[in-house]
């Protein structure tokens, strides 16, 4: 079937200038960089000359920068955009300038934000799990950073992100959810199914129930694995 030469705005998610500007986001939020052949999935575009005309405007920004297999491409507006539109394997990637990356998270440039770069590596983790939300025992982990160094870090940008107290595992830490990722019927839950089949509890709403186990055992002393077997 030939292939319209005309785009049907009609059939769009969106606007055009509006799929940019979230493209710019969605890589923001996948650590600045994210594959080509992904984008269409994400935005369900398929028209062949809407893909052309998305990719052409991201590439003309200043801000965007192309790169293949993990490599910076020279002269990205010389390259034939064909080669980009039917590179399946996913060796084309668009990556943000480091200023709009900080810009778009933070509200603020490299320069003019005063969190710092390992805050900033928090933030990015933060995004990167969008929705789900990540805990602090994960987040030390995936950062390599010294769990008892970043709840100083996390204070610099805890007006970017909500966080909830839970038990994970039997230990208390918080789950931390980007604010652009937090809904209401989420923190409504009390328990929350994640990935590896593990569960969140909520502590708050089961306080009650807590205070009761452990007043009623001997010398007022309950394990967490106990209170977590007996809960369930």
Not at 4 to 27: A, K
Not at 96 to 103: I, P
Not at 192 to 214: A, N
Request: glycine share 4%.
């Amino acid at each position: 079937m030939e292939e319209p030469n005309t785009i049907d705005s009609t059939s769009l998610p969106m606007f055009p200038d509006e799929i940019v500007g979230r493209i710019y986001e969605e890589i923001s939020y996948n650590k600045g960089l994210i594959k080509i052949n992904k984008l269409w999935d994400t935005f369900k575009i398929e028209n062949m000359i809407m893909k052309k005309f998305i990719l052409q405007c991201c590439l003309s920004n200043i801000d965007v920068i192309l790169v293949e297999n993990e490599l910076p491409v020279p002269n990205k507006n010389d390259i034939d955009i064909f080669l980009l539109l039917d590179d399946i394997d996913g060796k084309y990637s668009l990556k943000l300038q480091e200023d709009r990356l900080w810009t778009i998270l933070t509200g603020y440039n490299k320069k003019e934000c005063k969190i710092g770069n390992l805050a900033f590596e928090l933030l990015l983790e933060i995004a990167n799990a969008k929705e789900k939300g990540i805990n602090t025992m994960e987040l030390a982990r995936v950062t390599r950073q010294d769990p008892r160094s970043i709840t100083g870090r996390l204070k610099k940008i805890e007006y970017l992100y909500q966080s909830v107290q839970l038990i994970y595992k039997g230990h208390v830490v918080k789950k931390l959810t980007l604010n652009k990722f937090v809904s209401t019927e989420a923190n409504q839950s009390s328990t929350k199914k994640i990935e590896d089949g593990s569960t969140y509890i909520r502590m708050r709403d089961y306080l009650g129930t807590i205070v009761s186990i452990v007043k009623k055992s001997k010398n007022g002393i309950r394990q967490i694995n106990d209170l977590r077997r007996e809960m369930n």
